[in-house]
């Protein structure tokens, strides 16, 4: 009867899996956003009569060891990032909620009547109702 170790076989085998399902995740990530920015470059450029219904930020914190120490014995360096949304209601009922720059989404108010230029999922600009 041979000894057993929980760092046998099964240890060696995820140790060879993760690097292939990390590349795979990787790989999965670079696809879809480079098809997302293909389907943004075909799309038109479409410019509608709207209101800005909503805003939202999505606040993100990250934490990684310092020192490169993964047990976090020599402390945590942290960063926050923030994503800006706007929705805009367009003459139809139809709402559409687009990512914004970090300045757009202060100069736009809800209430805000214009005229709004996107692409696919991608904001272009925001003239108001006043600049017309």
Same mark, same amino acid.
């Given at each position: 009867?041979?000894?057993? &170790?929980?760092?046998?076989?099964?240890?060696?085998?995820?140790? &060879?899996?993760?690097?292939?399902?990390?590349?795979?995740?990787?790989?999965?990530?670079?696809?879809?956003?480079?098809?997302?920015?293909?389907?943004?470059?075909?799309?038109?450029?479409?410019?509608?009569?709207?209101?800005?219904?909503?805003?939202?930020?999505?606040?993100?914190?990250? &934490?990684?060891?310092?020192?490169?120490?993964?047990?976090?014995?020599?402390?945590?360096?942290?960063?926050?990032?923030?994503?800006?949304?706007?929705?805009?209601?367009?003459?139809?009922?139809?709402?559409?909620?687009?990512?914004?720059?970090?300045?757009?989404?202060?100069?736009?108010?809800?209430?805000?009547?214009?005229?709004?230029?996107?692409?696919?999922?991608?904001?272009?600009?925001?003239?108001?109702?006043?600049?017309?």
């Amino acid at each position: 009867m041979g000894f057993y &170790s929980p760092f046998g076989t099964g240890f060696g085998l995820f140790f &060879s899996i993760f690097p292939v399902l990390f590349a795979a995740a990787f790989l999965f990530i670079l696809i879809k956003g480079v098809s997302q920015w293909r389907k943004n470059n075909n799309s038109p450029r479409l410019t509608v009569e709207c209101v800005v219904a909503d805003k939202r930020r999505d606040t993100t914190t990250h &934490s990684t060891p310092a020192a490169g120490d993964a047990s976090g014995a020599h402390g945590f360096h942290s960063s926050i990032s923030t994503d800006y949304y706007v929705t805009f209601q367009v003459e139809s009922g139809d709402k559409i909620e687009l990512r914004v720059g970090g300045s757009e989404y202060r100069q736009l108010f809800v209430g805000d009547q214009g005229k709004m230029t996107f692409q696919g999922t991608r904001y272009l600009g925001f003239e108001h109702k006043g600049e017309l």
